[in-house]
């Protein structure tokens, strides 16, 4: 088993800046890939960015060069450093891990409006 915390979303204007954080615990040792998702109400869930253990990154092409994931594999966190907010990035974001199985976090609200 895998439990995952996040923390770090909220309110932001147009343009600013906010910085998830997704702390693992359980069967850590397992886990190789993790990222973000995120849901927009009435859309697919998406992939945002994942990064993996020796750290390639992959991501969305809506946020490249805005979003920036990392890891911290002695604190088994991850990060996602999103910059240059814009409305259409409001969704609630969910961390996940991958081991033999997929673990998703409970997911955190993101609001990017004036």
């Known amino acids: 088993q895998v439990q995952l915390v996040e923390s770090g979303g909220g309110l932001v204007q147009p343009g600013g800046s906010l910085r998830l954080s997704c702390a693992a615990s359980g069967s850590i040792f397992s886990i190789n890939t993790m990222g973000w998702y995120r849901q927009a109400p009435g859309n697919q869930r998406e992939l945002v960015a994942r990064?993996?253990?020796?750290?390639?990154?992959n991501y969305a092409d809506s946020v490249k060069e805005r979003f920036t994931i990392s890891r911290d594999n002695a604190k088994n966190t991850v990060h996602l450093q999103m910059n240059s907010l814009k409305p259409e990035d409001t969704a609630i974001y969910y961390c996940y891990a991958l081991t033999y199985r997929d673990y998703w976090g409970q997911g955190t609200q993101v609001t990017v409006s004036s």
């Open positions: 990064i993996t253990r020796a750290a390639s990154t």
